[in-house]
């Protein structure tokens, strides 16, 4: 993979720009992994630009870019881009829900999420099996034999950190010891102050609603909380997923424009990617992996379900779907 890596590195010095696009709301693994590829193409004499679309939520990814100084532009309206342009996705893939693509450019892809099939891409390295898009470019390094600033390190690292669940969560061998690898090039001071910065003061308003909301069946936690924002709603799920006797957790946030799902499951036969795309059945989008997903329904497709009815809706499918599995075994 490193030979068509420096491939496509060659062909991109001929470009007019580069751009590298994560997922539209971007979280601290596709930030450290825009943020290290940024680092690493200027090795290569490429100025590669990060942009994204729409906001960073999360209170940790704020202050990654802060911390580190990130360039992250967002991607208005008014953008545009060039045929000789090149377009790096990371951390997400053409068609994805989560990502407003820059059509009809020279793209290549970079992600460790379900293969969405053939998008025509001039380079592509997605490995489901990774738990973590951070680790994938740490191995680039690794395989250049080119060691990552201090700064690169640490986010990296903590990028790792974040989207493994400290490891334990679909994570490769491969995420191990590029944690380990890292840890040693980094600066521990900075991972201690984005771990202090995980959650937001206002934040906590919405914690507690959602406890006051959650219920268990078995061992499936329930939580609807009210216009609940994309990270947050995350947060909530690995929160209550930590509950005893809680192995797996469906929570669903209705907003003005539909119902966001965030799904998460420990269990061996049921994935979570699965369970949220049964949910969703044929009237929204959703995957993600065997024990973190997310989804989402649009507000005209469940305009005949009000809130008793919506949590009668999700209920129904979920245990509809658990049982199915188990009944498979």
Known sequence: MINAFLGLIESMKGAEKVYIQPHNMPDPDAIASSFALCELLKKFDIDAKIVYMNVIEKVNSKKMVEMFDINMLVKENSFSSSPKDFVILIDSQAGNSNITSIRGKKVAVIDHHHDMGDQNYIFKDIQEEIGACATIITDYYKALDIEPSTDVATALLYGIMNDTNNLTRSSDQRDLDNFYWLYGLSNLSKIKKLRMNEIGREDIYAYAKALETFEIYG???????????????????????????????????????????????????????????????????????????????????????????????????????????????
């Open 219 to 329: 061992n499936i936690g329930f939580v609807h909380i009210e216009n609940c924002n994309d990270s947050l709603l995350g947060t909530i799920s690995d929160m209550v997923y930590t509950i005893e006797g809680t192995s797996i957790v469906v929570s669903y946030a209705k907003r003005p424009d539909g119902i966001k799902f965030s799904v998460r499951s420990g269990e061996k036969y049921i994935y979570a990617d699965e369970l949220v795309k049964y949910i969703l059945k044929d009237k929204g989008v959703g995957g993600g992996h065997k024990e973190m997903a997310g989804g989402f329904i649009p507000l005209e497709e469940m305009y005949f379900l009000q809130n008793k009815e919506l949590d009668t809706y999700v209920r129904y499918r979920t245990i509809g779907f658990v049982e199915e599995k188990i009944n498979r075994r």
